[in-house]
Every structure is written in structure tokens, then in C-alpha cells.
């Protein structure tokens, strides 16, 4: 399988910088717990983390997507939940990528009725408009075409997470 660069490592690490400022001058004064969506926003959490100048901490849900498939079944479940109270807290939802927006419109639904004093989300790539449910996105890094990528946290079944950037899958199957 061949896999093509579509975003670099620099280029990653560079607009993550950027995200990094904006939520720590957005944040400013406040205390501030993100939540990593696993397994695919373990990369961008990490260095997300390192360019935020705030008091924060840092929670992570599993919930359940394709499979071993590249298609979207929108069925979405929580596998792990969260270890933290959320009521009362200033929580950030860090994302590796949107498509459908299915899982991120669950989860936001889910952990909105436990009454954070808001509820935001980062994300590293979004799918430009093919989300099948409207979903409001604070920090983007980077928009993307509607192709398949791997890389920096995603994977195709399982693989390709250890990558240091984002790639299209190409080739045959
Ligand atoms: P959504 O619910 O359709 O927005 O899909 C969200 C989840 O599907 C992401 O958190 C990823 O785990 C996975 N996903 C969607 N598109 C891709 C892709 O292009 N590559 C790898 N995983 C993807
Ligand atoms: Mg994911």
C-alpha cells in the first residue's frame, strides 16, 4: 500500500503552535481539562499539550468507529468514558480528524448533559463539507479533501499511526 504525504511533520507541528497560542490567550485565567477522543488523537494530544501555557488536565474517552473499514457506520459507542467530573469545568474535545461528524456530535451530546461550564473542540483535520450533521468546531488545523488518510494518530485498520504525517492512501488494496 502505497501511502502519499499530504501534510508534514513541520507543517503539523507549526499550525499546532499556532492552535496552541489561540487557546491559551481564549483560556486565559481559566483552568481547562481536554479530553483526547482514542485512539486516533493520542499524536495531537501530546503536542498539542506542549504548546499550551495553562493550568489544564488531560482525560481521554474511547469510542468505537470504523472498524476495520473506511466507510462510516454511524453507529458510534463509548467504550471508555472519562475518568473526570466534567460539571462545572472548561472542557476541550481534541479530535484527530471529522468526516461524517457522527462521533463527534454523539460525544458532544453525551457529555453535555453532565453540565461543563463549555464544551469546545480541536481538531486536527476536518473533511471539508461532507458532515452529515451540522457540528460547530472551534480550532481546526487543517482542512482536508474527502480521501482516506492515515498517519500522526490515524490509522486503516489498526496501522499507519506511527507516522510522523498525515498521508492519502493510494495503490491498490
Ligand atoms: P466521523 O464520525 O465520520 O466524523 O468519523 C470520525 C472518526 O472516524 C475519526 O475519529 C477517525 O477515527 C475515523 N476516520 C474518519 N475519517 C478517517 C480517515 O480518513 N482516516 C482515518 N480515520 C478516519
Ligand atoms: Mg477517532
Known amino acids: 500500500m502505497d501511502i502519499e504525504p499530504l501534510i508534514t511533520a513541520s507543517q503539523i507541528d507549526a499550525k499546532l ?4 497560542k489561540q487557546i491559551s490567550e481564549d483560556y486565559a485565567g481559566e483552568e481547562l481539562l481536554f479530553v ?15 504548546h ?10 474511547a469510542v468505537s468507529s470504523y472498524g476495520a473499514s473506511t466507510q462510516t457506520s454511524g453507529v458510534v459507542r463509548i467504550l471508555k468514558d472519562l475518568d473526570e467530573e466534567i460539571e462545572g469545568r472548561h472542557v476541550l ?3 484527530d480528524i471529522i468526516d461524517s461528524g457522527l462521533t463527534l456530535n454523539y460525544l458532544v451530546k453525551s457529555l453535555r448533559v453532565r453540565k461543563p461550564a463549555s464544551l469546545e473542540i480541536a481538531a486536527l483535520l476536518i473533511k471539508e463539507g461532507i ?7 472551534r480550532y481546526v488545523a487543517f482542512n482536508i479533501g474527502p480521501e482516506f488518510v492515515v498517519g500522526y494518530g490515524l490509522d486503516y485498520a489498526g ?4 507516522l510522523p504525517y498525515v498521508g492519502v492512501m493510494g495503490g491498490q488494496p
Open 17 to 20: 503552535a499556532e492552535m496552541g
Open 36 to 50: 483526547g477522543v482514542l485512539r486516533g488523537a493520542f499524536m495531537v494530544m501530546a503536542d498539542l499539550a506542549r
Open 52 to 61: 499550551i501555557d495553562l493550568a489544564c488536565e488531560f482525560d481521554f474517552m
Open 93 to 95: 474535545i481534541v479530535e
Open 131 to 137: 458532515q452529515r450533521v451540522p457540528i460547530d468546531v
Open 159 to 162: 496501522k499507519y499511526r506511527n
